[in-house]
């Protein structure tokens, strides 16, 4: 460890895309490339915490002394982040982009070809964050917002519905941000203040939100 900002801390974090089968070869997903996550794991890691990293299908190797739990559908995140929580955690960050739906049924065999025109039946997914934030002696939880539009207000509002203590938005309508970037620039809030962070490396941004959240862990 580098800081002791988080030291004896234990901090469970998911990252990268969650895929939903349609039949055996395809699937719906989106374009998180976990990075955002696996910065926040190594920076957790460096202040000292033990790091669990509950991690969608991602093309990034586990950062040092951190442990991945590899996982593909929205269930298997809910059932290895719960999972792990059990396991004992201070502080949980979600920073996976969980896809919200997926396919009602799973074709056994590759679906053919045949109408011009096709529909797929979805239905939700379960909530991971709001699953574990909703727990009786929840962790310290902060969540992730990707947002186009109105980024502050549904931001407070997913972290008063979801019971969240600290809520990360991220506008990712902005060119060079968010999903599948190098940088991001967020607004962070939390019950009674925000603060802002400007364009940087996701490593460089992580640092600073590890530290922001090691200040308001410790004053809730
Ligand atoms: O992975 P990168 O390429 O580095 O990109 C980073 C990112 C843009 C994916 C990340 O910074 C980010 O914004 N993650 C949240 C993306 C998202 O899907 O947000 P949301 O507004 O749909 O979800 C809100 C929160 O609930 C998130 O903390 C999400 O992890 C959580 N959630 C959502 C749905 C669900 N079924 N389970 C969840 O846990």
Redesign the pocket.
Known sequence: PQNAALAGLRVVI????TREPIDPVRYIS????????YALAAAARRAGAEVTLVSGP?NLAAPAAVQVRPVVT?AD??AQASAAVDEGCDIFI???????YRPASCADQKIKKSAEDMALALVR??????TIAGRENAPFTV?????TTDVAHYAND?MQR?KLNMI?A?D?SRPGL????DD?A?TVFWPGGQQEFATES?AGLAERLVALISERFRQA
């Open positions: 998911t990252a990268g895309p989106n374009h998180s490339s976990g990075k955002m996550g991602v929205a995140m809910l979600a920073t996976a982009a969980v896809a919200d997914n379960p909530d991971t964050l709001a969540g992730f917002a990707a947002e997913k979801k990360v991220n990712v968010g999903f599948n970037s991001n967020v996701k």
